[in-house]
Structure formats: C-alpha cells, structure tokens
C-alpha cells in the first residue's frame, strides 16, 4: 500500500482500504485483507465493519472521485509491534459545494475511552487539511452518544442544527473550522 494511503498517528494508522478490500470485507473475507494489511482484524470489527464495507464499496462505484475520503481502517500498533483494528473512521463523501466534509468513526468496546478516537479524527482533519486544502468539517451525532459528544467538544465543533436520519434517528448536527 503507498506510503500516501495510510495517515500515522503517535500510537495509530488508519490504511485507506481499496474497493478490492472493500468488496472482500462486505463478503465476509476478512482474512485476506488482514494479511495485506499485515493486521489482526478481530470478529467483532469485521461484524461491525461489514455492511459499512458494503456500502461504501457501492458509493465508490457510482462516484470514484470519493475513494481518498472513504472507509479507513484505525489500527492500533501493540507493545509487539504488530498491528489491530480496533475501529473505523470515514468521511461520508468527499467535499460538498462548501469545502466541507463529515467524518464517522466506530471503535471497538473494548478500546473507547483510552483517546484513540480524538486520535483517529485529529490526524485524518490533518491530513485532510495539509493535503486536500479542506478546512471546514461536520460532525452528526445522537443525543444520548456521550462519549461522540465530548470528542466533538473537545475538537471545538459547534452545534449548527438537527436532523432526521433513518437509521438512527434524530442526530445533531456540528461543524468546525479549521485554520
């Protein structure tokens, strides 16, 4: 995978998967994708990652121009030196009319409330800001996900509105600029 694929943290990487990947994820094929990323790819996250797999494999086809923004996979590099998925982040699509893009992440149960996530969603605006020029961000988050809702305060998003979304529900809506 090019070196431009994959946005480095301190403790994190988070590879751009392939539609080929994306396509092998959705059927259940997590194996073969954890080898070419040379990462453990744990049951729990391939359950979680497979429908948004699916999805995002279909998004691509339609639009290509969005492949650089879609479904990363957040690995955590271990004591051993290895590598475990232990979340996902994406943006939705690539950047609207305004230069603004809205990010999504999921992170395993077991690996919330250690900071990966602020983590995760700081180097992906980073890299979004140093080698796309995007500086405006969005952020819809339910009502009763606190743990979302301090990671945004955190990040400095501010409330903009409120949506409906079919699956889940009423969400609020949050933006941020970025200098």
């Known amino acids: 995978m090019p070196a431009d694929d994959v946005i480095r943290s301190q403790r994190l990487e988070l590879p751009l998967l392939s539609l080929d990947q994306l396509d092998r994820l ?14 453990i790819l744990p049951i729990p996250w391939l359950d979680e990652v497979r429908w948004l797999a ?23 590099r271990t004591t051993e030196d290895a590598l ?12 609207d009319e305004r230069g603004m893009v809205e990010v999504g992440y999921t992170l ?8 990966y996530a602020i983590e995760a969603v700081r ?15 969005r952020a819809s988050v339910t009502p009763d996900n606190e743990r979302s809702l301090n990671l945004i305060n955190k990040l400095g998003f501010r409330q903009t509105g409120e949506q409906w979304d079919a699956e889940d529900g ?5 933006e941020l600029e970025r200098p």
């Not at 094929?29 to 040379?38: K, R, T």
């Not at 475990?84 to 950047?95: D, K």
């Not at 080698?131 to 961000?137: A, C, L």
């Not at 009423?170 to 949050?174: H, R, S």
């Open 54 to 76: 699916g999805m995002r494999a279909q998004q691509l086809r339609l639009r290509p121009a969005d492949a650089p923004w879609l479904l990363r996979a957040i690995l955590l």
């Open 108 to 115: 395993l149960p077991e690996a919330r409330g250690q900071g």
């Open 26 to 39: 959705a059927a259940g094929d997590g194996a073969s994708v954890g080898a070419e990323l040379q990462a």
């Open 170 to 174: 009423l969400e609020l809506v949050f």
């Open 84 to 95: 475990q998925a232990i979340g996902y982040l994406n943006f939705h699509a690539g950047p």
């Open 123 to 137: 180097a992906a605006f980073d890299w979004a800001t140093s080698d796309r020029g995007i500086h405006r961000f």
